[in-house]
């Protein structure tokens, strides 16, 4: 079993910058990361992945030179730095772990954080 924990998420002004972080606890070798990200009303939509040696990684165009995700796997934590954000990235961002693509669906990914909010006002 693997549990995820998010955290970082707040309140920021639109131009700002905010670093979510999560930490997993059990096995995640060989595990794509992912995070998603969820606006009231609409899907959860995949923006970032990263393979678990960190050498592939994958953006949403809508977040595509703004974030950048990393990891430590001495500390089973993922990373999503998010400069420049703007009032539509606000929504409850989720980090989710499992043996999948690096391009894949919520429907591939057995292992969910519990989400946190970024609100981005203008």
């Given at each position: 079993q693997v549990q995820l924990e998010e955290s970082?998420?707040?309140?920021?002004?639109?131009?700002?910058?905010?670093?979510?972080?999560?930490?997993?606890s059990g096995r995640t070798f060989s595990y794509v990361m992912g995070w998603f990200r969820q606006a009231p009303g609409k899907e959860r939509d995949l923006i970032a992945t990263i393979t678990y040696g960190g050498s592939t990684t994958y953006y949403a165009d809508s977040v595509k030179g703004r974030f950048t995700i990393s990891k430590d796997n001495a500390k089973n934590t993922v990373f999503l730095q998010m400069n420049s954000l703007k009032p539509e990235d606000t929504a409850v961002y989720y980090c989710a772990a499992d043996r999948v693509r690096v391009v894949a669906g919520t429907e591939y990914y057995r292992y969910w954080g519990q989400g946190t909010q970024v609100t981005v006002s203008s």
């Open positions: 970082g998420g707040g309140l920021v002004q639109a131009g700002g910058s905010l670093r979510l972080s999560c930490v997993a």
